[in-house]
C-alpha cells in the first residue's frame, strides 16, 4: 500500500495553474526535506520533475515548482499545457525500514 | 544519456518464478545503487529493495524478503530482479530505477516491465 496520500485527479484548463498536494507522516515528509516528484505518460519511464523538495532537474521546464509545508507536499504546475496531461507521484525519504515512500499518484487532465 | 533498459513483458504461472532485467546505459554503472519499485493496478508505486553495484550489498523490504532476489553484473552492467512463488498479486508493472548521487531520490527509471501471473 501506498504511503502518502495524493488526490486522484486534478484538471485545468491551458494556461492555467494546477496544484498537487501529498501528505504524509512524521515519519517521511514530516522528517525530511526530500520530496520529489514525477511525470508518468503511459508506456513512458517516469520522469523526475522535482527533487529535495524544489529543486528543478536539469531540463524540466520552470513551470513546474514544489513546496512542503509540514506534513504535506505539493507540486504546482503553472501555464498548464496539453503535454502537462499524465500521472504525477510524489516521493518522499523515508526513517522508516524502507528507503523511498511514493504516493497513490494523481491524474492531471488538461480541459 | 542515462538510460535504463529493462526486459519485455512476461506471462506466469502461479508458483513461478521471473527474472527481469535491466541493462544501464551513459553512466558508470557501479558508482550507483539501483532500486526496484512495482506498480500494481490502480495502485502507487511501492519500493521493493536495492543493490550497491559498488559492492553488491542488498537490502529489501520486509515484506519482500526471503522471496526476491536482486543481483548485478557489473561486466555488462546490468541489474536483475527475481521474484519467487508469484501470486495474482504480484501481477504489476516491475520498474527498475538508479538512485541519485544525493540518495534521497530515484533520478532515472526503466520503462517497465509488465509482470502478468495467471492461471
Known amino acids: 500500500q501506498s504511503a502518502l496520500t495524493q488526490p486522484a485527479s486534478v484538471s485545468g484548463s491551458p494556461g492555467q495553474s494546477i496544484t498537487i498536494s501529498c501528505t504524509g507522516t512524521?515519519?517521511?515528509?514530516?522528517?525530511?526535506?526530500?520530496v520529489s516528484w514525477y511525470q508518468h505518460h503511459p508506456d513512458k519511464a517516469p520522469k523526475l520533475m522535482i527533487f529535495?523538495?524544489?529543486y528543478r532537474p536539469s531540463g524540466v521546464s520552470d513551470r513546474f515548482s514544489g513546496s512542503k509545508s509540514g506534513n504535506t507536499a505539493s507540486l504546482t504546475i503553472s501555464g498548464l499545457q496539453a503535454e502537462d496531461e499524465a500521472d504525477y507521484y510524489c516521493?518522499?525519504?523515508?526513517?522508516?525500514?524502507?528507503?523511498?515512500?511514493f504516493g497513490t499518484g494523481t491524474k492531471v487532465t488538461v480541459l | 544519456q542515462v538510460q535504463l533498459l529493462q526486459s519485455g513483458a512476461e506471462v506466469k504461472k502461479p508458483g513461478a518464478s521471473v527474472k527481469v532485467s535491466c541493462k544501464a546505459q551513459?553512466?558508470?554503472?557501479?558508482?550507483?545503487?539501483v532500486s526496484w519499485v512495482r506498480q500494481a493496478p490502480g495502485q502507487g508505486p511501492e519500493w521493493m529493495g536495492w543493490?550497491?553495484?559498488?559492492?553488491?550489498?542488498?537490502k529489501y523490504a520486509v515484506k519482500f524478503q526471503g522471496r526476491v532476489t536482486i543481483t548485478a553484473d557489473t561486466s555488462t552492467s546490468t541489474a536483475y530482479m527475481e521474484v519467487k512463488s508469484l501470486t495474482s498479486d504480484d501481477t504489476a508493472v516491475y520498474y527498475c530505477?538508479?538512485?541519485?548521487?544525493?540518495?534521497?531520490?530515484?533520478?532515472?527509471w526503466g520503462q517497465g516491465t509488465l509482470v502478468t501471473v495467471s492461471s
Open positions: 516521493s518522499s525519504y523515508s526513517s522508516t525500514y524502507i528507503p523511498y515512500v
Open positions: 530505477a538508479r538512485d541519485s548521487s544525493r540518495g534521497s531520490y530515484v533520478d532515472y
Open positions: 543493490i550497491s553495484n559498488s559492492n553488491g550489498n542488498t
Open positions: 551513459g553512466y558508470t554503472f557501479d558508482h550507483y545503487v
Open positions: 529535495d523538495v524544489s
Open positions: 512524521n515519519s517521511d515528509i514530516g522528517l525530511y526535506n526530500y
